[in-house]
């Protein structure tokens, strides 16, 4: 297990207040646990800004009575095999599909297959969820 240490941070009382309330709010056991989070989010930002092999998950929602809709995003995902490890169908209604695209490799590489799915005419919703492959983070 990782050393820990303690350190001291000066805030005015008023942000301090603020970030209690975000921490009730995200029910966080403590402080230390908040900190923790907001600082792995910061070393994720910059493994997608500057590394080379990232996780994370595209999610799409879409009408699929949209004729051809479901082949090209099919043939998209084709396109990007090396980087797809799994992909989701969740039938949401009669109407509206989820799909969820678990995504792995280069950074560049999955946010070019986000917004090309994002882009696709009947997509009504699309987001990229960014995340770390865990083996740097602390």
């Not at 646990?33 to 929602?61: M, N, P, Q, Y």
Request: glycine letters at 6%; hydrophobic letters at 35%; aromatic letters at 6%.
């Amino acid at each position: 297990m990782a050393e820990i240490v303690r350190f001291g941070v000066s805030l005015n009382k008023e942000l301090l207040e603020k970030f209690d309330s975000l921490i009730r709010e995200r029910n966080y056991s403590n402080r230390s646990e908040a900190i923790r989070d907001l600082i792995r989010d910061e070393f994720v930002k910059k493994e997608w800004i500057e590394g080379d092999d990232v996780a994370g998950a595209i999610t799409l929602i879409y009408d699929h009575h949209r004729k051809d809709l479901l082949s090209k995003i099919t043939d998209i995902q084709h396109n990007y095999q090396k980087i797809i490890i799994s992909t989701q169908h969740i039938h949401l209604d009669h109407d509206n599909c989820l799909e969820i695209i678990a995504v792995r490799g280069n950074p560049e590489q999955v946010q070019r297959l986000a917004d090309t799915l994002k882009s696709i005419k009947g997509v009504k919703h699309g987001t990229l969820s960014m995340s770390s492959t865990g083996k740097d983070m602390v």
